[in-house]
């Protein structure tokens, strides 16, 4: 039982460059959400997904494309890196609704734009 | 005012002490709560929910008051290995979206 795959764990890129964080989950979760976190910043929320084909933005889109197409992946774009993109990125899974939706979190992916 | 609200810290603590956060919520609707912990470089992870009657495990207890709007997290006879960073998590349930207070870090200090 695998839980949240999250790849690259690291990763370097140059500015404007693009690449895509993967993030896959075996656990059937319906909901899943990508997080950045910064140092005293907490994590913050860049987009998150109800299903598969529906996504929404949360608290910083801004630079960042996602889409839903399973229920298993939910992939992260970063269309043209920033400076300031460098950060700690973490997927996260967990089912809808019940008594107890905890999240499970990727490994995450550390990531400095350059 | 923010979703939610926790004291970032860090909280320095000696062995054996007894050391509690606060996590305030401003969505009274809110459904389900629970406190996470994450290690420094590492994913946060469940440490525990939190129950409307408050439940304990083991040296931690969390407590939930509706009609103020927060929860609560006490750590008794704290040791090395407590010294984390621990984040306030609130589902408003539905399909609204979960949300992450900063954290509070602690350190426990031989």
């Known amino acids: 039982n695998a839980g949240v795959t999250q790849t690259p764990k690291f990763q370097v890129l140059k500015t404007g460059q693009s690449m895509t964080l993967q993030c896959a989950q075996d656990?059937?979760?319906?909901?899943m959400s990508w997080y950045r976190q910064d140092p005293g910043m907490g994590l913050r929320l860049i987009h998150y997904?109800?299903?598969?084909?529906?996504?929404d933005q949360g608290e910083v889109p801004n630079g960042y494309n996602v889409s839903r197409s399973t229920t298993e992946d939910f992939p992260l774009r970063l269309l043209s890196a920033a400076p300031s993109q460098t950060s700690v990125y973490f997927c996260?899974?967990?089912?809808?609704?019940?008594?107890?939706?905890?999240?499970?979190f990727g490994q995450g992916t550390r990531l400095t734009v350059v | 005012r923010k979703e939610v609200e926790q004291d970032p810290g860090p909280f320095n603590v000696p062995e054996g002490a007894t050391v509690a956060f606060n996590c305030t919520y401003s969505n009274s609707a809110s459904q389900s709560f629970f406190w996470y912990r994450q290690d420094c470089r590492k994913e946060p992870k469940l440490l525990m929910s939190v129950y409307s009657s408050g439940n304990e495990d083991g040296r931690f207890t969390a407590q939930l008051n509706r009609a103020s709007q927060y929860i609560s997290l006490l750590i008794r006879d704290s040791k090395l290995s407590d010294s984390a960073t621990y984040l306030c998590v609130v589902n408003p349930g539905g399909y609204q979206k979960v949300t992450f207070g900063i954290g509070t870090k602690l350190q426990v200090i031989p």
């Open positions: 656990m059937n979760h319906e909901y």
């Open positions: 996260a899974s967990s089912f809808f609704g019940g008594a107890s939706p905890e999240a499970f």
């Open positions: 997904s109800v299903g598969a084909g529906i996504t």
